[in-house]
């Protein structure tokens, strides 16, 4: 008989615990709020001293001559001799349905290291909802309308009671009404959409005399009840696995459709009838176009990261699915959006797919959580290797290294830093857009289970991954996107854990220096002066969720609901984020030439991940190919007034030509 998930919960914590690394920014013995760590085996490796022969920035090795395609035993070179195991060999970690295991086998990590969820952390952030008759808040699970076997499994998952965006978003769902809703990174937004689905389709279920055997499927079509659209492959595996094991033996059946990924296996399972479909765009689209979806009986339709799917790179597609895709109009169908983060324009955007929706804001739009200790390092250009190599230096602890994840800018320089890294002896392992979907799950994976504990990531990354003990976010190349910043610094500190963000700040990242300080203000960091002084003769940039200027927004309180701008003192910000977000178009970096040349100098900057932002100077080289596009999932770069197309990422990672010709359905780092 399979063991029950408490039964399983319980043999894990009764295994011999692991030796836990205290970082050294969270050393205090007063703070009881400390990430257990990750674990990195002293007989395995070494960390190299200043004294190490191996270590020598003066002496940059040739990175591998791979596209990043090769990845480990694919490249055309031999990889550096390794002193750490590599994650081949591992089993994966994301719940497969297929496997027949109860999920708790494979989610059980917070158990087992000893990691609790603290949400106490956020319940004195503000909370507004705004609407048309809002259904009150819940303070517990069981106050909810959610379906009986549901509220068993959220036990089961140890889940005692729900978060604060919880708390708001599911009684109003479970109402029926369309949300918007944001709330900080890590704060539980996953599960505040998939209960009220779960939930949904099983009353529906009971209601209509069905058998609690879901799957809608006729004549090779399935016919999904809800779908889940998520930018990246490794978010959507992500919800996917969650969203199993919250319906765990409910009948509701879940599958998960991504690029980069064997259509045939994925066909199979939508053969087998499905309820809820989590998905990416640019498959979703190819699914439907071969008439094996449809979403004629879409009664739920979630956007996860929403802003993200109606920015530049993915507003389009959506609009396809949402609008062109047989889907039921609002008022038809239940929309739910979910984000950290929620620029004005975007919002507005969004509204064309809501129905009389509510609006909801744990904190204020866009902020960081208090919980994340946030530092910027000043630094040239030239010596960030060296910075980086200090901080890991001081990650390690008894031999073990914290969880690192390190940001950079671009896929070439991510795999540069990557090689360099293991040269030196340090675990690192790259996750981009250029790789194929085999070697990102490999590198996650990898990370995940401190097998690797440094992965250094373009954007692809950035989002909604939720990887138990990051302790060390840096951002070795700082975004250019404030709401960017904001999602990637959230990898660490999640559910009411601490964390640590460092950034190196250098010159180009002036238009950056408002908002970051702002930013730091309102989450009660340290400012350093210097960045101060920059912030007071920069240009106004970095785009963000209240406008490019942080500094003057209103105090630590407020979510806005943008069809409340009309409110006194509303108005003037609103505005100006306006303006401000026009010249954002332009990347924001229209009225800093010496910016641009900086890049162009040193030939790191192309488009980056942001494909499809408009450039103004057409010299930026949009054509090499070591850009990430990762934010493009048309693979459409608008430059110098012209479109771009890049034809070699028309072909599929598989080795197949997208079907029908569409550029859309090309996997790309962020499908
Ligand atoms: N009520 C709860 N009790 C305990 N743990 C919870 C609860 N709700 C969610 N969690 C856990 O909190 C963690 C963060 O949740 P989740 O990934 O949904 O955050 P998020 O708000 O979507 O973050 P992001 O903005 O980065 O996407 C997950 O490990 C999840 O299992």
Redesign the pocket.
Known sequence: MAAAWSDSTTQKQNRPSQQLYVPQFRSNPNNNNIHPSPYYNNNRTHFPSNDSPHYNTFNRPTPRPTRGRGGYGFGHSPAPPRHYSRPEQQQPRYYDPSQNRSPFETNGE?VENGVV?N?EAYESIPVEATGENVPPPVNLFAETELHEDLKNNIER???????P??RYAIPIAVAGRDLMAC?????????AFCFPIISGIMKERLASGLLPRGGGVDSDVAFPTALILSPTRELSCQIHA?ACKFAHQTGVKIAVVYGGAPIGQQLRILERGVDILVATPGRLVDLIERERVSLKKIKYLAL??ADRMLDMGFEHQIRNIVQQMHMPPPGDRQTLL???TFPDNIQKLASDFLSNYVFLAVGRVGSSTELIVQKIESVQDMEKRTRLVDLLRRNVVNGKLALTLVFVETKKGADALENWLCRINFPAIAIHGDKVQMERERALRSFKRGLTPIMVATDVAS??L?I?HVAHVINFDLPRDIDDYV?RI?RTG??GQSGLATAFFSTKNMPMAKSLVGLLQEAKQEVPAWLVQYSECSAPGGRSSVGSQRSPWRGNYGGRDFRNATEPGMVENYNSYNSNYSNYGDNGYHNVPEQVQNYNYNGTYNNGDHAANSYTDASLDVTNSNNDCSFDNTNTVVAGGFNYTDAGLLEGSDGTNGPCGYASVVPTGWD
């Open positions: 917070k969820a949400f998952c140890k889940y005692v009671k729900p978060t965006v919880q709330a900080q990174t890590g704060s539980g937004k996953t599960a969650e996860d990261e979910f984000s950290a989002r909604g939720d138990p999602h959230g999640r559910a």
